[in-house]
């Protein structure tokens, strides 16, 4: 038995951050509102809005700015506002065309000037741009961030690894293991479909947006993998909420 401790969504896939303490769940979808949009850039290749790998949009591997932005979103309107701690802030509805450009100008500066330039705004139309080709939701150990911790020698907040679900009351590495199980929280089900592989974006500090820290290069050395955090597909309908208790199922 494990405790959720904190949700996070992601309604710009590596555009701002955003916790909840609630929020309601679809079967074989992701996290409402998680994901639901994607910063297409010069060389992408995403048209229509149907899942296309992450290479195809702006994101903090490549533009580690982007990580310290955080966002609020009002789902009644689809107004959202980002914040950025250097560059101020941007309120504008991601599905107008005029606030797109609005956006394209706002975040012109936070990506590097070697890399693709940003070009507009996508909308996800089978599932949210999560980095799997399936519908998933994403789940983190706090148990095993510590451990991730000490290896690296420094505080690592959960925000450089954009996952969805955080739980606690677990031994470290535990959540490796369900892989391929079937899980509850609260009353909604979920299969554990994966390991999650990360990535550099895991190196920028989401307070600064600077690199100071390589989380990657850490679980190579002692691990020898660099998987962090497990990929759910939600089984049914329902609600989660801060202090529902998470088990097992099979």
Request: hydrophobic fraction near 40%; charged fraction near 25%.
């Amino acid at each position: 038995m494990a405790d959720l401790v904190q949700i996070w969504r992601h309604p710009i896939k590596a555009h701002g951050f955003e916790a909840l303490q609630a929020s309601a769940i679809k079967a074989n979808e992701t996290l409402p509102w998680d994901r639901v949009w994607a910063a297409t850039h010069e060389a992408s290749r995403a048209k229509t809005g149907a899942w296309v790998s992450c290479a195809n949009f702006s994101r903090g591997a490549k533009a580690p700015h982007l990580m310290a932005i955080s966002a609020t979103l009002d789902t009644d309107t689809a107004q959202l506002t980002l914040q950025h701690p250097d560059h101020g802030a941007l309120t504008f509805r991601p599905d107008e065309p005029q606030d797109v450009a609005r956006f394209v100008d706002w975040i012109a500066p936070l990506m590097p000037s070697d890399r693709a330039a940003t070009t507009g705004l996508i909308r996800a139309t089978e599932q949210g741009m999560t980095d799997t080709p399936f519908p998933s939701i994403s789940i983190g150990n706090l148990a095993t961030l510590r451990v991730l911790e000490q290896r690296a020698g420094q505080t690592l907040d959960v925000r450089r690894f954009r996952i969805n679900i955080w739980v606690e009351d677990l031994a470290p590495f535990e959540e490796f293991e369900w892989v391929g199980k079937d899980l509850k929280i609260a009353d909604t089900a979920f299969h554990a479909e994966d390991r999650i592989t990360r990535c550099s974006s895991t190196m920028a500090n989401p307070d600064t947006g600077k690199r100071d820290a390589d989380p990657v290069a850490v679980m190579d050395t002692h691990w020898g993998h660099h998987d962090f955090g497990i990929a759910l597909i939600a089984q049914t309908d329902g609600h989660i909420a801060i202090g529902d208790k998470l088990a097992l199922t099979s």
